[in-house]
């Protein structure tokens, strides 16, 4: 297959970038480098399939030859972009969204949105099923993001319901693994980066609400099964129902690293979800899909990765 992913110098984009290289797929990558890391790049670039447009996908998208899939993956997605860069998030979640749907269109082929857990807001339903409408505050400093990733997933079924495009819509939850942004505000990333310096843990709040966190390869695998299953719209929910607090992932990391770091409450985000935990039920009726690594093995990976320097 020839498939353009957007967001492919970023965290998620990179990995699905390349295990579609692996498997003998030609990617054509857009990213505009705002949150993408070019050692990213770097690394997909021995692959022959590998081709590389800096470029910001708000603005209209080309892209020469048959193309079979759209996997649009591009977005900031980290609490301190919500604090920093809130206009471009809503952007690309809409006028991105907007342009990769009409690129799809133009060459018939499948296109997939990476959505979000967040969809689900602070949910008053456990576990959350696709079913689900959420509960999410657009005014508050998530709703960039959340509002956002809202509308794409509405745009995609009006494109799909008008003009016919093949369409599956992936929501994405919490996620470990190498090519973290270190500095990125995420839970994981921050806890495994103040453990590995011997810094104090932050916890925000009472650390009691809850996360599901699946490794990156089997959030990849969810990608191209939702790819390989035309007609499939979705939108199917692809993580764990491995839930975990955030004080006792705190502790964890904390014991993997083998770090003496003092574990410290601080200040909740305003709209910090209470639960986040996936009904998979769809996953594994529409696309045969189920998590397989542990918690503590992605755990490990990807500390492993952040010791290491990266």
């Known amino acids: ?21 692996r498997r003998g797929d030609e990617v054509v990558a857009f990213d505009n480098m705002i949150t993408g890391q070019q050692a990213n790049v770097d690394e997909l670039r021995s692959f022959p399939g590998f081709s590389f447009v800096e470029q910001d996908v708000t603005d209209p998208l080309s892209v020469d030859g048959p193309v079979d899939g759209v996997m649009h993956l591009a977005s900031p997605a980290s609490p301190e972009d919500f604090d920093q860069i809130p206009i471009k998030i809503l952007k690309v979640g809409g006028i991105g969204t907007y342009n990769c749907l009409g690129l799809a269109k133009a060459k018939g082929a499948r296109f997939v949105l990476a959505s979000t857990s967040e969809v689900y807001g602070d949910p008053l339903v456990h576990p959350q099923p696709e079913t689900y409408w959420g509960n999410v505050n657009p005014l508050g400093e998530r709703g960039c993001y959340d509002e956002a990733k809202r ?34 505000g995420r839970v994981l990333s921050t806890f ?8 104090p843990i932050t916890v925000q709040g009472d650390g009691t609400q809850t ?10 695998r969810g990608y191209q099964a939702m790819l390989d299953h035309p007609g499939v719209v979705g ?12 004080l006792r992932l705190a502790e964890l990391v904390r014991e993997m690293v083998g770090s003496t770091s003092p574990i410290v409450h601080v200040e909740a985000r305003s709209d910090d979800p209470k639960q986040r935990c996936p009904d998979l039920t769809r996953a594994g009726q529409l696309l045969g899909w189920k998590p397989e690594v542990p918690l503590e093995e992605g755990l490990r990976r990807t500390i492993a990765w952040f010791r290491d320097g990266r």
Do not use: K, W
């Open 151 to 184: 509308f794409a997933e509405a745009i995609t079924l009006a494109y799909h319901r008008q003009h016919g495009v093949d369409v599956g819509i992936v929501r994405t939850f919490n996620t470990s693994g190498p090519r973290f942004r270190p500095s990125d």
């Open 235 to 246: 939108p199917v929910n692809i993580g764990t129902e491995d839930e975990i607090t955030i």
């Open 211 to 220: 996360r599901s966190i699946c490794y990156v390869e089997d959030q990849v």
């Open 1 to 21: 297959m020839r498939v353009v992913v957007t967001g492919a110098a970023g965290f998620l984009g990179s990995h699905l970038s390349e295990a579609l290289l």
């Open 192 to 199: 495994v980066t103040q453990a590995l310096r011997g810094e």
